[in-house]
């Protein structure tokens, strides 16, 4: 009731009015059964306006910082991730990785989307980063679809850092969706697994128009790193293939 709640009374109006947000291809995302909905990631209100402009409920992996707050604010943020439908995960731990997986597989046996944003993080310049292969080791092992979203314009609303949102245009792409079936059994095959998360990152460069940079977001947080050149698409492998 509460996601539903904030969607449509509570946040719902301020993001449309600060926003005017439209979207392209809804029809892209099935009406029901279990799919991954693979996001570019340039602000936190991505996780709030693809919800806004998506029928179906979408639940989202979220670090668990955002659950363990204290006083109350704490029980606020609490209550707010829970409601707009995050699930929380310890990204600190050894087990992570394995934890994050089984989460998403959870999600995914109760014929839900489930909305993962392959950077891993937000991008700290607008670009877009290398993704991490949990994604697609998730696909494999559960044999769902892959529904390319790209968000533009979020990162104008709010940029990292700001407290306050700006009013600025929100576009929503969402690309058609990706059968990896011929990769059926292959699962936890690394070179697989990084072939199917380049293709799906190759069809959010197209989408999002943003510049490619072969290097993980994370990376940058820790040290400068110089960009690596965009993606070559003669290297990735054809969704239409066969």
């Not at 943020?77 to 050894?94: E, L």
Request: net charge positive; charged share 20%; aromatic share 10%.
């Amino acid at each position: 009731m509460w996601y539903w709640l904030v969607k449509y009374v509570l946040i719902g109006p301020i993001l449309i009015a600060m926003g005017r947000p439209t979207v392209e291809g809804a029809e892209n995302i099935p009406a029901r059964g279990p799919v991954i909905l693979a996001s570019n990631h340039q602000a936190v209100l991505d996780s709030f306006y693809l919800p806004l402009k998506v029928q179906r409920r979408i639940t989202f992996l979220a670090k668990s910082e955002y659950f363990t707050g204290s006083g109350l604010k704490g029980a606020f943020q609490k209550w707010f991730f829970t409601a707009v439908g995050q699930v929380p995960i310890d990204r600190t731990g050894a087990d992570a990785a394995q934890d994050a997986l089984n989460a998403g597989a959870r999600v995914i046996a109760k014929g839900k989307l489930l909305g993962i944003y392959p950077e891993g993080t937000r991008s700290p310049d607008g670009r877009l980063y290398k993704g991490k292969t949990g994604m697609a080791r998730l696909a494999l092992e559960t044999g769902v679809q892959v529904v390319p979203v790209a968000m533009i314009g979020t990162d104008k609303m709010n940029p990292i850092g700001s407290k306050i949102w700006k009013p600025s245009k929100v576009t929503i792409k969402i690309g058609k969706p990706i059968d990896f079936s011929r990769f059926e059994g292959m699962a936890g095959n690394r070179f697989v697994e990084r072939a199917v998360t380049d293709e799906v990152m190759y069809d959010l460069m197209l989408l999002s128009g943003q510049e490619y940079v072969d290097v993980y977001a994370a990376s940058l947080k820790n040290a400068p790193v110089a960009p690596v050149a965009g993606i070559d698409p003669e290297r990735l492998p054809d969704s239409k293939a066969s």
